[in-house]
């Protein structure tokens, strides 16, 4: 079974600098798999962060960016501001129609 | 704008069944993908189904044989049948519209809960 692994809990000051990854057991992340960042805050629906590795989505600040590191997909957070503190989720698509996500990452500012 | 609009959760025994729809408006459903994620309460984001524009569907192992998908693309209207619900079936879920190359989630509707428990 196939499993997509993030960090459980993230902790960044206001201004700082914090990378998210996302790591896949059956081998390294690529582009092949398209990965996507999404932001959720509680209660609230996932809002789509970043796609196709490194495309912000329409309205989202450049502070957030996303890349390829090492055998990991990771989303970085560059100034990280109040609003920021949500969890965030990588999902990745297999092939074949199925996709899968990460456990999650729930990000503090302070 | 884009909107999506599930219903149709509520409070089911195990064993029982229930049906999600999700109403889409602001973009040409026929030609996209669509999907239904769930998130069990307090937990992470789980893939169910997608319903893929001209090829086929797809379900996560964990529902599949319980679940079908579908859609009326008369109606802009995408449909979950949950059949044999078990108490590890309940979360909120989602309707998301998918893209294709590259392949993720663009919008999400605002979910419906699904409650299994007798």
């Known amino acids: 079974q196939t499993v997509v692994t993030q960090e459980p809990s993230f902790s960044v000051s206001p201004g700082g600098t914090v990378t998210l990854t996302c790591a896949l057991s059956?081998?390294?992340?690529?582009?092949?798999?398209?990965p996507t960042w999404y932001q959720q805050t509680p209660g609230q629906a996932p809002r789509t962060l970043m796609y196709n590795v490194n495309t912000r989505s329409s309205g989202v600040p450049d502070r957030f960016s996303g890349s390829i590191l090492g055998n990991k997909a990771a989303l970085t957070i560059t100034g990280a501001q109040a609003d920021d503190e949500s969890s965030y989720y990588c999902?990745?698509?297999?092939?074949?129609?199925?996709?899968?996500f990460g456990g999650g990452t729930k990000l503090t500012v302070l | 704008e884009v909107q999506l609009l599930e219903s149709g959760g509520g409070l089911v025994q195990p064993g029982g069944s229930l049906r999600l729809s999700c109403v889409a408006s602001g973009f040409t459903f026929s030609i996209y993908s669509m999907a239904w994620v769930r998130q069990p309460p307090g937990k992470g984001l789980e893939w169910v189904s997608t319903?893929?524009?001209?090829?086929?569907?797809y379900y996560a192992d964990s529902v599949k044989g319980r679940f079908t998908i579908s859609r009326d693309n008369s109606k802009n209207t995408l449909f979950l049948q949950m059949n044999s619900l078990r108490a590890e079936d309940t979360a909120v879920y989602y309707c998301?519209?998918?893209?294709?190359?590259?392949?993720?989630?663009?919008?999400w509707g605002q979910g419906t809960l699904v409650t299994v428990s007798s």
């Open positions: 059956s081998g390294s992340v690529s582009s092949n798999y398209y």
């Open positions: 998301a519209k998918r893209v294709a190359e590259p392949f993720y989630f663009d919008y």
């Open positions: 999902g990745l698509y297999m092939g074949n129609g199925i996709s899968i």
């Open positions: 319903f893929g524009r001209t090829t086929g569907t």
